[in-house]
């Protein structure tokens, strides 16, 4: 599923957390975990796994029904992070044939790297777990900077640190404000539509350039661009 014309990148940056790594499992543990601790019943992962993309927020709010003004939601959030520390590669795994992708792109001299919002303790933790082929060239996390996504700062920043203009940059990503971020970045924005994505969201109105429902149909269709 495209939208418009692809033109081949100089660089690929990635969201992680459904977009570039499969973390659902784990945070949905996490989560189960500390629900279960507070006396609650465990969710199924169906009900959990669209949720992940929106971090602890989300999680908080669709296991026990609080947002980040709530009194409870601090503590609670402090727990929910140590008990992913402690389980933060149990079942993650790099979405197939991604890395595979990593290191085509690679090979033709595409840089690529990762943009998160996941704090860097967890992001610092996870990534040398995924055991890529080649390393990314660019990291940033949730609190790199004073802003986050759907903020553009750590697109643009990427780009500068890669010297590679904006306009040259896919950013891939599977919740609306990656969509954003990287519109208002000047990038090509890409919908990872295999992603984390609730039901009641509709990623057809996000603003993005070109959508896939798979890794595999994006990998293929990069693939055409490199000849």
């Known amino acids: 599923m495209t939208s418009s014309k692809l033109y081949k990148p100089k660089a690929v940056l990635f969201d992680l957390d459904g977009t570039l790594a499969d973390t659902g499992p784990d945070l949905a543990f996490a989560l189960n975990e500390l629900l279960i601790a507070q006396g609650r019943s465990a969710l199924s992962y169906d009900t959990i796994r669209p949720w992940v993309s929106k971090g602890a927020p989300g999680l908080l709010k669709l ?16 727990r929910f992070l140590t008990l992913y520390q402690r389980n933060i590669c149990r079942h993650t795994r790099i979405f197939e044939p991604l890395n595979d992708f990593l290191a085509e792109i690679h090979r033709v001299n595409i840089c690529w790297g990762i943009i ?3 704090p860097a303790f967890l992001t610092d933790l996870l990534l040398p777990k995924l055991e890529f082929h080649c ?16 903020h ?5 920043e990427a780009s500068k640190q890669l010297e590679i203009a904006p306009e040259d940059c896919f950013y891939v990503g599977d919740d609306e404000r990656d969509m954003i ?27 993005f350039d070109s959508a896939f429902t798979s890794p595999d149909a994006f990998y ?8």
């Open 152 to 156: 553009p700062m750590p697109l643009l």
């Open 63 to 78: 296991g026990f029904s609080i947002d980040e003004s709530h009194s409870d939601y601090r503590p609670l959030r402090e």
């Open 181 to 207: 971020a990287a519109k208002a970045a000047g990038m090509t924005a890409i919908a990872a539509l295999w992603g984390y994505i609730p039901e009641q969201e509709d990623p057809s109105k996000w603003a």
């Open 135 to 150: 390393p990314p060239a660019v990291v940033f996390s949730g609190d790199t900077f004073s802003e986050k996504k759907p």
């Open 220 to 227: 293929n269709a990069v693939k055409e661009l490199l000849k």
């Open 116 to 118: 998160t919002n996941k």
